[in-house]
């Protein structure tokens, strides 16, 4: 399918969407404010200049779209399929839950207690020195 390039009179954000030659002219819900979006037709009242094998209507901002969203580079190798650095960010690793807290809890005051155990018999915990 081909790709084709709208435009929101609404929010006036511009878009790409892939789509099949016989709805190329239907509108599409524009990504950010889904009202219908028309099709941004190259007329002869419309500038076109070509970048990276599609054409961009003039003035060209430079970016790039990937899935729908503007994005300052298109995807190159090394990220996982379909996805692009600047939209498929990492989720955070889920939050230590109330169990594991607690465990963690439990270790670092049985830690301190044998430190505190280690100083009270042998006295303060010095350097270990090599006599040998
Ligand atoms: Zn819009």
New binding site residues.
Partial sequence: MPIYEYL?D??E?RFEALRPIRESSDPVP?P??F?D?KRMMPTSFTAFTVRDGYPRSIPDTGKYYHLGKEVSKPVTGGVRINEHEEINIDEPAPAETKAEKEAMKERRAVVKNEMARIERDDGPVKEWKDDS
Avoid: D, H, I, V
């Fill in positions: 929101c609404q929010c954000r524009c950010q404010c009202r979006s």
